[in-house]
Nanobody, 120 residues
Framework: QVQLVESGGGLVQPGGSLRLSCAASGSISNFGAMGWSRQAPGKQRELVAAISGGGSTNYVDSVKGRFTISRENAKNTVYLQMNSLKPEDTAVYYC??????????????WGQGTQVTVSS
């Protein structure tokens, strides 16, 4: 069992930046797949960014070139650097960890989420 705790969300103006962190209670080196999804009010949850144990990454088209996912196994932490934020990025962001290759499966562990609001 592992617990994931997200932090770094908040209110930011359009064009601004935020860095989300996801700290795991145990070692993440056993989890090949880690990443972030988000859910906006009235919308389905969507996968935003994913990273494999080997460092391969995958992004949803709407954030390519603006978001960067990274992982630091020594600190059991995954990050999501978000630049050039837009109002449509407003959502609750959730971190996941899974023993799959890169994408979450029904066996994935999920954090409680952190709110990101992009507004002037």
């Amino acid at each position: 069992q592992v617990q994931l705790v997200e932090s770094g969300g908040g209110l930011v103006q359009p064009g601004g930046s935020l860095r989300l962190s996801c700290a795991a209670s145990g070692s993440i080196s056993n989890f090949g797949a880690m990443g972030w999804s988000r859910q906006a009010p009235g919308k389905q949850r969507e996968l935003v960014a994913a990273i494999s144990g080997g460092g391969s990454t995958n992004y949803v088209d709407s954030v390519k070139g603006r978001f960067t996912i990274s992982r630091e196994n020594a600190k059991n932490t995954v990050y999501l650097q978000m630049n050039s934020l837009k109002p449509e990025d407003t959502a609750v962001y959730y971190c996941y960890a899974d023993r799959a290759y890169i994408f979450p499966t029904p066996r994935a562990y999920w954090g409680q989420g952190t709110q990101v609001t992009v507004s002037s």
